[in-house]
């Protein structure tokens, strides 16, 4: 049964930072695309940030581009979303993915989810 586990969000202050972690079980974590993606309150879910299979380059949205890094820790079973310069409009739940597409920015090509974790940024 494969689970994925976000922890690391909470209330922040804009400008503040976060980090976000994902673990993973019940897969072959090496051989799975993550990636992390958002949903505010009456808004769809959107990309956030996945690596390319080398780990070489990772995509990231426009409107994170440079305030947020993606890490992963395959030893761990892990990947991490660190989230700098916190704005208000980064308020959302914040959910990581799995899936067999590397970089994909579509959150079709993910099939296993975790439950998410509420960022909320304060102005």
């Known amino acids: 049964q494969v689970q994925l586990v976000e922890s690391g969000g909470g209330l922040v202050q804009a400008g503040g930072s976060l980090r976000l972690s994902c673990a993973a079980s019940g897969l072959t974590f090496s051989n799975y695309a993550m990636g992390w993606f958002r949903q505010a309150p009456g808004k769809e879910r959107e990309f956030v940030a996945a690596?390319?299979?080398?780990?070489?380059?990772?995509r990231y949205a426009d409107s994170v581009k440079g305030r947020f890094t993606f890490s992963r820790d395959n030893a761990e079973n892990t990947v991490y979303l660190q989230m700098n310069s916190l704005k208000p409009e980064d308020t959302a739940v914040y959910y990581c993915a799995a899936g067999l597409r590397w970089a994909s920015r579509s959150r079709f090509e993910y099939d296993y989810w975790g439950q998410g974790t509420q960022v909320t940024v304060s102005s």
């Open positions: 690596p390319t299979w080398s780990g070489s380059n990772t």
